[in-house]
């Protein structure tokens, strides 16, 4: 290859022809362009002229170069050049190919695997020995590497796929290498950029024993971690600093999964080498609770990738009320009737003694007036792991006696409480004052009616004020809290009824309340009492490494403390549960870049060169064409070479017209006529009686009922649109050809946005199958459709009396089921009611063999075309016919209107009811 | 080939649809011209009464007009005025070579010539001359301009053609209009049978101003309009004397022609205004018949 700057040539010996191009110069410059031709009546004046002194015309100089310039293209492009073209590397030992297999490498999983392959065929070629490493932890057993020819280890290159784990290299270097041939060992690395276990021996073992390439990854590498701290947040990591949006994915009210907010990160700080950046997850709490995963936008890894666990999920509050059940029918007094409405929307409820709620390992507890309590023990020391107890005062707490002995109180009260505003007190019920705007209840506002009447005092202590955080207008203490070991203990200085205040009525107290259980801190993962209990967690659902949801299948149990050390080789990331309880073992953290001393780093874009061969054959193709163009403008003058250049622009093809204009007119007319449809089947005869049939049955429309539809439509299923449609006919014909896919979907679309289809197979069940499978064709053609379960038409259902009360559905055969969706199986009949309540659903199909199209079908005179049965009896059955078709229309345009009707005597007796009582 | 009448009706509507346009521009050219006063003036063969004279020997019995008679006691004789018994012919050339235009703003040779045509006609009948096409029979009477605005559609397909010299008839005036660009011996025939007749007339040559000035350069390869004819040159610039010298020939050719049948010659350029032509065609036929 011969190397010209950043050029390279494969075939540089075709560069010996641009020396012709002096020649090409000389030869095209002797050849005159073509005449103009011209229209000149006068041209037998010039009969016998000669040209006096005949000038020997030159092609002009621009179209030369042209010319020549296409050729040097040409040329060039068959030299084979390519741009910063990759050299072949030299050595001749044996290759190693070290692939990071971790989730960090996911992103630019194709381009590693590429870049591998081809190291493996340039050693193949060069007849070298190779082996491969995938460094994902799951081969850490294999001992010594097995070197051999480098085509056996394409293919498993090629299944390799990113674990949901760090990458991870087997532990002795020394013995994975003990099989090496002999001869200087040259590496390819193909990091993630990130440092992963044993990565810096291995480095050390094959810098020692040949040249190391590094290939750093080509994108940058974002993570996303749940941070610590009491509140739920997320921590992006990132090698770069673009601000990628997160994405708050889960099902939403309808059950399906989608994206349920978009979090911005905040700003970034830079923590070796690495952007780090904060993200609230700042949503209300029902939007929240329904999270089951965040991702970073646009990033395909198991990294970018947080499950949400019980840590993001709503908490748990127990309630601790009075033991002893409220009086009935004083509910509304009941101490919890409050704090259970205001949080039963945004958390779990547990209700109960202390005792039993701390078993449940509550994040929040909160005791409503309760002192002397007996698991007092228990409690201290669930909050001092970092319980959050919130506590209401009352009568009984302002009663007891030995109050100031009572544990677990943020702030020393003082017994008996006061009244303010009462009967027998001075001045008027206090108001609230504004919050702080750092506490917890900063931007709330404060409704002016919300007033207190009693309170329970607080001792006057310095740390009083800094531990109130809610206060009335007065300035003594509403709210105080205190931190306690982990913990947090809050005291509310009022009822959590309406006894003291109304402030339980308002809703500052929901929010409030909010907010306070929002600040519990999350329950510890690893609880000793409950590893004891539960020593392995089962995956349920795990992360593939491109950060992709699936089942946990294969996957042992993962020990506790196993599951302790995060992700890595048997527990990917994923959902883990033991027992009830559910943990997220997330792939993501902090992002430590690894270092390559002793190894060359290849730079990050010199991963192959680029063949210019194509863009120079275009580039002269463009010149040959921009030549033919200069070459008509000097023969004809610029119209003609005008007129070349608007072939060509009209020869280019055109962006599809607006879409709304593809509407045909005639499916415009089925909206506005309601005309009623049919499948073109391709036999003429079929069609015509098809399109006769419907004629029939729309004239049979228009003199009974108000519906008027138009002239049929025919309907192509490959082409045409039936959004605009509410019926359609298909007639089944032996050797209908299926619609397209297209029109599949089109025709489920149609059948799920309330269309019906009536399949006809024109048999009159002459085969006797009998079941709604009818023939083979309408198999073969319905097969793709979504239809439910079928049944024959029950007696009672609403095709039977939508219009007419009829028992059978003939057309021009008879006696042949017609089968509809089945009826929901619970369906009974109520007493007194003539038929069953059925399902809300309207049939999407009907199927029957009764050749309705030609009983129904007219001529343009509005005789009926074809013959039925015999007499008179066939012109009944034909009119029963033309009901039945009547009824299906009804029943396509009302749907189950008529079935609404079981509630008239409901309604009757209720107006009858009204006419007595009025006077 | 048979064409079906509905084709053959189609075609004739679409060929026919531009004649009320040539026939109101003939009519507003030939308005700027004032027909002179016809007439004798003498006594004649005629349709117009010219005098009652008296009776003198010689006249017959039944030219003698009782009506006048019976008044006086002498016998009068009803004198008509002289009428000429002279009719127009009109030929327009009907050759490929007519249809050409050099530019998009000019109207082809053919269009000018039928337009001076019908606008010389259309003042000779108004003269109340007789005016048809040669070889046909020459009417007076307005009707006769639409007919002949429907006789001068354009139907030009043959490469060239000529003047039939067997419609020259006696007392004849002929107005030939054409380019004589191609070979014209038939002129030569025409003005030879003419002048055996007594039949005057008028040649009038109608060019584009491209034939006239051949403002062409460089390598060009002329055509004819149907393509029979070529000329291929390297320097059309060199070219132009050459032409031009061959164009004043054909002229001065045609002017001696004209000279020795006591016919006049005329010419006009398409971007000329029509008016000055149809004035010399009026004048020159003024000339011939004062001669």
């Known amino acids: ?919 | 080939m048979t064409r079906l009448p509905t084709d053959l009706r189609a075609g004739a509507e679409a060929a026919g649809g531009h004649l009320p346009a040539l026939v109101l521009s003939a009519e507003r050219l030939a308005a700027l011209i004032a027909p002179g006063a016809h007439g004798l003036r003498r006594a004649g063969p005629g349709e117009d009464f010219w005098q009652y004279r008296p009776a003198a020997s010689g006249d017959e019995m039944r030219s003698i007009d009782w009506r006048r008679s019976a008044r006086s006691d002498q016998e009068f004789v009803r004198d008509r005025e002289a009428q000429s018994a002279q009719a127009a012919a009109i030929w327009v050339s009907n050759g490929q070579g007519m249809n050409y235009s050099g530019a998009g703003d000019r109207p082809t040779k053919a269009d000018r010539a039928r337009l001076l045509g019908l606008a010389l006609a259309m003042l000779l009948l108004r003269g109340g001359e007789k005016v048809g096409l040669l070889g046909q029979p020459a009417r007076a009477g307005r009707i006769q301009a639409d007919r002949l605005a429907e006789a001068l559609a354009p139907a030009g397909t043959a490469e060239e053609d000529a003047a039939p010299a067997e419609g020259l008839r006696p007392n004849q005036r002929v107005i030939v209009l054409s380019d004589f660009l191609a070979d014209p011996e038939w002129v030569q025939v025409l003005l030879a049978r003419a002048a055996g007749l007594g039949v005057t007339g008028l040649l009038f040559q109608i060019l584009d101003p491209d034939e006239a000035h051949f403002p062409y350069e460089g390598a060009v390869e002329f055509r004819s309009v149907g393509g029979g004819l070529r000329h291929h040159s390297r320097d059309a610039g060199g070219l132009r004397a050459a032409y031009l010298a061959r164009l004043d020939e054909r002229r001065a050719w045609l002017r001696t022609r004209c000279d020795e049948a006591g016919w006049q010659f005329g010419q006009h350029l398409t971007d000329a205004a029509p008016a000055a032509a149809l004035g010399w065609m009026w004048s020159a036929l003024g000339r011939e018949a004062g001669r």
Do not use: C
Not at chain 1, 302 to 318: E, F, I, N, P, S
Not at chain 1, 400 to 414: A, G, I, T, W
Not at chain 1, 688 to 700: D, I, T, Y
């Open chain 1, 1 to 919: 290859m011969l190397l010209l700057g950043p050029f390279g040539f494969a075939a540089p010996w075709v560069l010996a022809a641009l020396v012709a191009l002096p020649v090409l110069w000389v030869i095209l410059r002797a050849m005159p362009p073509a005449p103009r031709r011209i229209v000149f009546p006068g041209v037998a004046l010039l009969a016998g002229l000669a040209d006096r002194t005949p000038v020997a015309r030159r092609t002009p100089w621009w179209l030369l170069l042209l010319r020549l310039a296409a050729v040097a293209a040409m040329i060039l492009a068959f030299a084979g050049p390519v741009w910063r073209p990759v050299l072949q590397d030299p050595a001749d030992g044996p290759l190693l190919v070290v692939m990071d297999g971790g989730w960090a490498a996911a992103p630019d999983w194709a381009v590693r695997q590429s870049r591998a392959e081809r190291a493996l065929v340039d050693a193949a070629a060069a007849g070298r020995p190779a082996a491969l490493i995938l460094a994902d932890g799951r081969d850490g057993e294999t001992g010594a590497l097995a070197f051999q020819a480098p085509g056996s280890l394409v293919a498993g290159l090629r299944a390799a796929q990113p674990v949901a784990w760090a990458s991870t290299l087997p532990d002795d270097p020394e013995a994975a290498l003990a099989g090496a041939p002999s001869g200087r060992l040259s590496t390819l690395w193909l990091t993630d950029g990130t440092e992963h276990a044993n990565r810096k021996a291995w480095l050390a073992a094959l810098t020692a024993r040949g040249p190391v390439t590094v290939v750093p990854p080509s994108r940058p590498l974002r993570t996303l971690a749940l941070a610590p701290g009491d509140a739920p947040s997320l921590t992006l990591a990132a090698t770069d600093d673009a601000v990628p949006a997160v994405l708050a994915i889960g099902p939403d009210p309808q059950g399906i999964e989608r994206e349920l907010a978009r979090l911005v990160p905040g700003e970034a700080t830079d923590q070796e080498g690495a952007w780090v950046r904060p993200v609230a997850i700042d949503l209300p709490p029902e939007l929240r609770n329904r999270i089951t995963r965040f991702r970073i936008e646009n990033e395909a890894h198991a990294g970018a990738v947080v499950l949400a666990d019980d840590r993001v999920r709503r908490r748990k509050v127990a309630l601790v009320g009075n033991p002893v059940g409220q009086a009935e029918g004083q509910v509304l007094l009941a101490q919890t009737h409050y704090l259970r409405q205001a949080l039963a929307p945004s958390a779990d409820l547990v209700e109960g003694s202390l005792g039993d709620v701390l078993d449940s390992a509550p994040d929040v507890i909160i005791l409503a007036d309760q002192v002397q309590l007996a698991e007092i023990g228990e409690l201290a020391e669930w909050v001092d792991a970092g319980g959050l107890l919130i506590r209401f005062a009352g009568p009984r707490m302002a009663g007891f006696e030995r109050l100031m002995d009572e544990p677990l109180l943020p702030v020393m009260p003082r017994q008996g409480g006061r009244d303010i505003g009462g009967a027998l007190s001075w001045g008027d019920p206090r108001g609230l004052a504004p919050f702080a705007g750092d506490g917890p209840f900063a931007g709330l506002t404060v409704p002016e009616d919300v007033t207190v009447r009693a309170q329970l005092m607080a001792q006057p202590a310095p740390d009083l004020q800094a531990r109130t955080i809610a206060a009335l207008s007065d300035g003594t203490p509403l709210i105080t809290r205190d931190r306690l070991g982990e913990g947090q203990v809050v005291l509310v200085h009022v009822t959590a009824n309406a006894e003291w205040s109304n402030l339980p009525l308002s809703g500052l107290f929901v929010q409030m309340m909010e907010r306070l259980v929002a600040t519990a801190r999350l329950s510890p993962a690893d609880e000793a009492g409950d590893d004891r209990q539960q020593p392995f967690w089962t995956p349920e659902t795990v992360l593939d490494g491109f950060g992709n949801v699936g089942t946990a299948e294969g996957l042992a149990p993962v020990a506790a403390e196993d599951l302790a050390r995060g992700v890595g080789p048997g527990r990917p990331a994923g959902i883990y549960a033991a027992g009830e309880r559910r943990q997220a073992l997330n792939a993501g953290g902090p992002i430590l870049r690894a270092q390559w001393p002793g190894a060359t780093v290849e730079a990050a874009q010199a991963t192959t060169g680029r063949d210019l061969k194509g863009l120079l054959l275009a580039a002269a193709a463009l010149l040959l064409a921009l030549d033919a163009l200069g070459s008509a403008w000097l023969a004809r003058g610029g119209r003609a070479a005008a007129a070349v250049l608007f072939l060509a622009l009209a020869l280019m093809p055109r962006p599809q017209a607006a879409l709304a204009q593809d509407l045909d007119a005639e499916l415009m007319r089925a909206a506005t006529e309601v005309a009623l449809a049919y499948v073109v089947t391709g036999q003429p005869e079929v069609d015509r009686a098809s399109e006769q049939g419907l004629w029939g049955l729309s004239l049979a429309l228009r003199q009974r009922t108000s519906v008027e539809p138009g002239r049929p439509i025919a309907i192509d299923l490959d082409q045409d649109d039936l959004s605009l449609l509410t019926f359609l006919y298909w007639p089944v014909t032996e050797g209908q050809a299926p619609p397209s896919p297209q029109a599949y979907l089109r025709l489920n679309a149609f059948l799920r946005s309330g269309g019906m289809i009536l399949f006809d197979t024109r048999d009159g069940d002459i085969a006797g199958i009998g079941g709604p499978d009818m023939s083979e064709a309408l198999r073969r053609l319905a097969a793709p459709l979504d239809i439910p379960p079928l049944a024959p038409v029950p007696e009672d259902h609403v095709l039977t009396r939508s219009f007419y009360l009829l028992g059978d559905f003939p057309g021009r055969w008879q006696g042949n089921p017609v089968w509809v969706e089945a009826p929901p199986v619970g369906a009974e009949a109520e007493a007194g009611v003539p038929f069953r309540q059925l399902n809300d659903g309207v049939t999407p199909v009907v199927i029957g063999g009764n050749s309705w199209a030609e009983a129904w079908a007219v001529d343009e005179n509005g005789y009926p075309t074809f013959p039925i049965g015999r007499g008179w009896e066939g012109e009944q059955q034909r009119e029963i016919a033309f009901r039945f078709g009547i009824n299906l229309i009804m029943y396509v345009l009302t749907g189950n209107y008529k079935s609404d009707q079981v509630h008239v005597p409901a309604l009757l007796d209720r107006l009858r009811t009204e006419e007595m009582l009025a006077p």
